[in-house]
Structure formats: structure tokens, C-alpha cells
Antibody, heavy 118, light 111 residues
Framework: QVQLVVSGGGVVQPGRSLRLSCAGS????????MHWVRQAPGKGLEWVAV????????YYANSVKGRFAISRDNSKSTLYLQMNSLRAEDTAVYYC???????????WGQGALVTASS | QTVVTQEPSLTVSPGGTVTLTCTAN?????????PSWFQQKPGQAPRALIY???NKHSWTPARFSGSLLGGKAALTLSGVQPEDEAVYYC???????????FGGGTKLTVL
């Protein structure tokens, strides 16, 4: 079965960096585009970034452009989100999401909490 | 600034029918926006329900259906069950900007 496991969350001071990982299993990871979506405490969902299956195409929400970088290592079936210059407003649960055979969002990881606070 | 809007909250009786809608301030929502719908229960990750406006995932219960209605994307629940109480989010794709935007979510109460 498809599984997406997010790791790397934690507490970090504003201005510092953190990298999230999302390990995929149960499917051919290299064949699927992937997204990151976040959710601030008590708030709605916010799309963050997407990467194509081969890693050559990447797009970002304006709120993170220039600070966050999405990448993937298909040999390790792992998606990454490098988050630099973190701000208090980046505090959220971060989910990785697969783009399925339907070319739409299908499976979601369990999420990881990132807290940017001094 | 592009904004996607949903009803903040709706209430439905068990066994009843309710329709949630999703609009964009850029104009009428069409299939070109590839509307999707997601269900999120407290403490859980969201779950995909509908994609491409009307298509169900293999796990989507039959009582959920999606449509395009008067320039809006819509999610209809027929024969609502208590376990359908959740927050529902729509998602639209804006091709020109390569941007995906979620609506603010509709909190559905089954009462």
C-alpha cells in the first residue's frame, strides 16, 4: 500500500533553517510528481510547492518563494523541503502529497510539525 | 490577489443532503481549474475525495459527488452520516501562474 512518512520537523529559531523529508513506499516513487502542503495551527490548508517526477520542474507559493526549496532523490524514494530564513508564520504541520495516476492529489503523508519560535 | 472561497460552516441532519461550493474571484470555476475536494477530520491528515470536478477516488463513498454548478465547483453529500462531520476543502489549479490554491474550508456539522 502507498505510504508517505514525513520526518524532520521540530522547533527552530526564526531565521534558521530546517529540512523535511518524505519517504515514499508501496509505489514507484520516481514515476510521480509530489507536493508539499502546510497547515498553520487551527487554520486551513496552504499549498507550498510541487516538483515533477524527474525533478526538473518546480513551482512555489509566493509566500515561500526564494526561501524554500523542493527537491527529490528518486534513488532513495525521498522528497525534501529545505526551509531557510524561517519565520514565525511558517509554523505549521507540513504534509507531502502524491500526484496520482489521475494527475491529481491522492495520497497524503501524516505530516510533521515545524515551529519557528525563539 | 487570487482568492478561493467556501462557506465557513454548514449544518445538516443525519440522512439529509447538503451542497458545499467553491468559487474563485478570478471568475467562473470550470473544469480547466481541475477542482478537487478533500475531507479532514480532527487530528488527521486530509483525505482526497473528488478530482477533476466530478471524479471519485476508489475509496470515495458513493454518497459523495462533485459537480460544476453555476460557475462554482460543488460537493454534494447525499444521505449524510454522522462520520461525515469534518472540514472540507476545495483546491483549484491556476494554470497561467502554475499555482494551486485551497479554499478556506467548510466545517460541516451533522446534527
Amino acid at each position: 500500500q502507498v505510504q508517505l512518512v514525513v520526518s524532520g520537523g521540530g522547533v527552530v529559531q526564526p531565521g534558521r533553517s530546517l529540512r523535511l523529508s518524505c519517504a515514499g513506499s508501496g509505489f514507484t516513487f520516481s514515476g510521480y510528481a509530489m507536493h508539499w502542503v502546510r497547515q498553520a495551527p487551527g487554520k486551513g490548508l496552504e499549498w507550498v510547492a510541487v516538483i515533477s517526477s524527474d525533478g526538473n520542474h518546480k513551482y512555489y507559493a509566493n509566500s515561500v518563494k526564494g526561501r524554500f526549496a523542493i527537491s527529490r532523490d528518486n534513488s532513495k524514494s525521498t522528497l525534501y523541503l529545505q526551509m531557510n530564513s524561517l519565520r514565525a508564520e511558517d509554523t505549521a504541520v507540513y504534509y507531502c502529497v502524491r500526484v496520482g495516476d489521475t494527475r491529481h492529489f491522492d495520497y497524503w503523508g501524516q505530516g510533521a510539525l515545524v515551529t519557528a519560535s525563539s | 490577489q487570487t482568492v478561493v472561497t467556501q462557506e465557513p460552516s454548514l449544518t445538516v441532519s443525519p440522512g439529509g443532503t447538503v451542497t458545499l461550493t467553491c468559487t474563485a474571484n478570478t471568475g467562473a470555476v470550470s473544469s480547466n481549474y481541475y477542482p478537487s475536494w478533500f475531507q479532514q477530520k480532527p487530528g488527521q491528515a486530509p483525505r482526497a475525495l473528488i478530482y477533476g470536478a466530478t471524479n471519485k477516488h476508489s475509496w470515495t463513498p458513493a454518497r459523495f459527488s462533485g459537480s460544476l454548478l453555476g460557475g462554482k465547483a460543488a460537493l454534494t453529500l447525499s444521505g449524510v452520516q454522522p462520520e461525515d462531520e469534518a472540514v472540507y476543502y476545495c483546491l483549484l489549479f491556476f494554470d497561467g501562474a502554475q499555482l494551486w490554491l485551497f479554499g478556506g474550508g467548510t466545517k460541516l456539522t451533522v446534527l
